[in-house]
């Protein structure tokens, strides 16, 4: 192992072939602020420009998680004030999506505990992306009045059928054998496999792809194949309201499916099916783009702050949203979250 940098939240190591990220907070379950995200965007930029590394690898200290998520609780408590710090904090998150989906170098994502939200972004713009027994995976936004951003607008709207739609407005969990079934995985390898698939990554002369492949195993049968039709045909409407009118009339699943959407922001989820319908035509950029401006226009709103307080502050697990219902949050109110933010648009320059 040869030259490594010291943080206190990311290590940045050169082992063998290898350049090995690892997110450094077990104890906040390698939640992703603005300094991790900076340290491993400028990792990223100075792997590409190095010949001598063959691959990225990217992973999250402890047993526990990969990344749980952003670090949204101080972006709730300081946010409103702080527009710079609210605002910053997503530019340059973004910006790091981008040049994750766009780096030449082969990158490899180890996907051991919880991935959420911001986990999400460091993970599944990557080609290689590997689930083990103890993943869990979601993208739980719609639940704190945010969206699934992090390119996930993007990403989600690329899986089979209507399944990113589900999970987006849902915050459904998905297990690896899911995730595997879905494309959000590539590769299923046990956790006990870990520390020879990190030896090989780090110094086998072999494709990336081929290291994978031979510690790979069959995670067996999804549950979500026997969801999947339900899943496409409800959630295949173009607006929230017919998405869950469709839920009521269906099993007793899809009436689950109806009441979890209706316990999330209803101005969240208006948004939320605005930018995947948005996202399946467009590119990286102009979904991360698209995902800027409505995150600058959700801080002058109150479901973020709100969601927030019930889930992760207060706790109490009881948001009261504003507004409260979804044939109150208009098209102009929808509208409102696409515009160029005043501070500009997002940039990758």
Known sequence: MTDVTTSDEVLVERRGRALWLT???????????????RTIHRALFSAAADLEVERIVIEGAGDRAFCAGGDVALL???????????????????????????????????????????????????????????????????????????????????????????????????????????GIATHFIPSDRLPV?????????????EILDTLATDPGASALVALRDGIDFHFGHDSVEAILASLD??????VEQAAIIRRMSPTSCKLTLAGLRSAADESIEDALITEYRMVCEIRNGHDFFEGVRAQLLDKDRNPLWSPAR????????????????????????
């Open 23 to 37: 997110l450094n907070r077990p104890a906040a379950l390698n939640a992703l602020n603005l300094p991790m995200a």
């Open 76 to 182: 709730a408590r300081r946010g409103r004030e702080d527009k710079a710090l609210f605002e910053g904090f997503f530019h340059d998150e973004y910006r790091m999506n981008q040049a994750i989906a766009r780096i030449a170098t082969p990158y490899v994502a180890i996907l051991d505990g919880v991935t959420m939200g911001g986990g999400v972004g460091l993970s599944i713009h990557g080609p290689f992306r590997v689930a083990t027994e103890r993943t869990l995976f979601a993208m739980p936004e719609t639940g704190i009045g945010l969206i699934p951003d992090v390119g996930g607008t993007h990403a989600l709207s690329r899986l089979p059928g209507q399944i990113g739609t589900w999970l987006a407005l849902t915050g459904a969990r998905l297990k690896a054998v899911d995730c595997i079934y879905a």
């Open 197 to 209: 698939l990190r030896e090989l990554l780090a110094d086998k002369d072999e494709p990336v792809a």
């Open 249 to 254: 009339e269906g099993d007793d699943w899809a």
């Open 326 to 349: 979804l044939e109150d949050v208009t098209e102009e109110d929808v509208n409102r979250h696409l515009q160029e933010p005043e501070s500009g648009d997002l940039t990758f320059e």
